[in-house]
């Protein structure tokens, strides 16, 4: 089975975006959906019954439902991402909204431990009525091997290039997608694999095709678009960024300043090097720029509130709609490969 037997919407190359959690809501995963692209809402962390990420999360998806205009018993033709780390209640409660919904996948990401996902997995296809296709995120071949053994059905293979949480250690999609394809092919697995991690158009993703996977995922891309809820000032600063290995940087400070330091220690996240982190490379101490965070926060200003992109926020040059981020990459890519054919 291939990405376009099992989501028949889509068109090719596969695209999607990513669950950014806070970011990618209803609006976003369905203007993904309605452009051919595969849509991802952002699920969120918090699985207790009292949470109200999967109370928001109800609410969108019944949303979701009405926006793309299917009868009750459809397939909601998106998905939804979860960051996993602290997976209690996950079962018991996330799953039933997800099944009720006939959400078309599921998508996990950052595990305390690789191992913990086989649980989640499982319970998840006790479901024999519901046809819902697993994706899980991965930085590392070890992840990938582990994910691959869970039976999972996608691969989301993540190079440190990428926008927000990844890898503490890892590598680009160049060295990591190959890698990660032979491991799938040694195995006989059917696992689709999907990159992430820099792509901003056709020309990222004829590159991650080549590598060998069978469809791509944009994070940052899919933030600067008007349909996106982040904040102007956001999609603003990712415009006016370039040259993203000086502008951008991997580490777990970003999460330290704003006081959400609560990630496991593999993982850290890039983002844009703003005034927390130019503050703190002056010798200004942890306890400081927290304070002038908060201060700022208070007063009702963002411009330390932490931009999470990818390394290829140079060339991202305005806000732009969902389609076109879509049509425009898929045509990219074909003009690439024609010229390419011609060429060799
Ligand atoms: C603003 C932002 C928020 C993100 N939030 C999540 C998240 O909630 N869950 C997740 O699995 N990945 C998240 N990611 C990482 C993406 O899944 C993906 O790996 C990344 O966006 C790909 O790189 P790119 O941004 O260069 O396209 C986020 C990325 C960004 C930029």
Not at 36 to 42: A, D, K, L, R, V
Not at 89 to 99: A, D, S, T
Not at 133 to 147: D, S
Not at 303 to 319: F, N
Request: hydrophobic fraction near 40%; charged fraction near 20%; proline fraction near 3%.
């Amino acid at each position: 089975m291939t990405l376009s037997e099992w989501f028949p919407h889509t068109t090719i190359p596969f695209i999607a975006n990513a669950p950014m959690f806070g970011f990618a809501d209803v609006n976003l995963a369905t203007a993904v959906t309605k452009a051919h692209g595969f849509g991802f809402i952002g699920g969120g962390f918090d699985f207790r019954t009292e949470s109200t990420q999967l109370a928001n999360l109800k609410t969108q998806l019944a949303e979701a439902r009405s926006i793309l205009d299917l009868a009750e018993n459809e397939t909601l033709p998106l998905g939804v991402g979860f960051i996993t780390f602290q997976s209690e209640g996950f079962v018991e409660n996330v799953i039933p909204i997800l099944w009720e919904n006939r959400v078309a996948a599921v998508w996990l990401s950052f595990p305390k431990d690789d191992e913990d996902h086989e649980v989640l997995i499982r319970a998840i296809r006790r479901y024999r009525d519901w046809d819902v296709k697993l994706f899980v995120q991965v930085g590392t071949v070890r992840a990938a091997e582990t994910a691959v053994g869970q039976g999972v059905d996608g691969l989301v293979v993540q190079g440190t290039d990428a926008g927000g949480h990844q890898w503490a250690r890892g590598a680009g999609l160049i060295s990591l997608v190959p890698e990660v394809r032979d491991l799938v092919n040694a195995r006989n697995a059917t696992t689709v694999v999907l990159a992430a991690g820099g792509i901003v158009d056709g020309r990222g993703c004829v590159a991650a095709l080549g590598l060998g996977a069978d469809g791509i995922v944009m994070g940052t891309r899919f933030l600067v678009t008007s349909e996106c809820p982040a904040p102007s000032a956001m999609k603003q600063t990712i415009v006016a960024s370039s040259d993203g290995g000086v502008s951008t940087i991997k580490s777990v400070r970003h999460d330290v300043f704003q006081s959400t330091d609560v990630f496991p220690r593999q993982y850290d996240g890039r983002a844009v090097i703003g005034v927390s982190y130019e503050d703190s490379q002056e010798g200004i101490s942890d306890e400081e720029v927290i304070r002038r965070y908060n201060e700022a926060r208070k007063a009702g200003e963002d411009d330390r509130r932490t931009v999470w992109a990818g390394a290829s926020v140079g060339s991202i040059k305005e806000v732009v709609s969902v389609g076109d981020v879509i049509q425009t990459t898929q045509q990219e890519v074909r003009m690439i490969l024609e010229r390419m054919k011609g060429e060799l």
